[in-house]
Nanobody
């Protein structure tokens, strides 16, 4: 059974930093995509950043230049370094993993963590 365990959320002041971690278990091969989404109250879940096993990285425009995603394939862990935080970053952050299908008869598999709260306030 695949499990994603997040850590590192919490409270920060504007301009501050936080680092999120997410460790995946129950996956025996190299993880294809790891990343982060977030959901603020009353809003839809949105992409923050993703990184493929080929190191291709995608960021949302709202976090470019402030957040950095990285991953440790051996540890099956993805990180999100969040700098220059603003109140608009307040949300529940969800770890995301996608495993690409191995054959045309299969679908890609998406997995989600339970979420970790990030609150940015004075």
């Amino acid at each position: 059974q695949v499990q994603l365990v997040e850590s590192g959320g919490g409270l920060a002041q504007p301009g501050g930093s936080l680092r999120l971690s997410c460790e995946a278990s129950g996956i025996t091969r190299l993880i294809d995509v790891m990343g982060w989404y977030r959901q603020a109250p009353g809003k839809e879940r949105e992409l923050v950043a993703t990184q493929t096993r080929g190191r291709d990285i995608k960021y949302s425009d709202s976090v470019k230049g402030r957040f950095t995603i990285s991953r440790d394939n051996a540890k099956k862990t993805v990180y999100l370094q969040m700098n220059s935080l603003i109140p608009g970053d307040t949300a529940v952050y969800f770890c995301y993993v996608q495993m690409w299908r191995m054959s045309q008869s299969q679908d890609n598999q998406d997995y989600w963590g339970q979420g970790t709260q990030v609150t940015v306030t004075v």
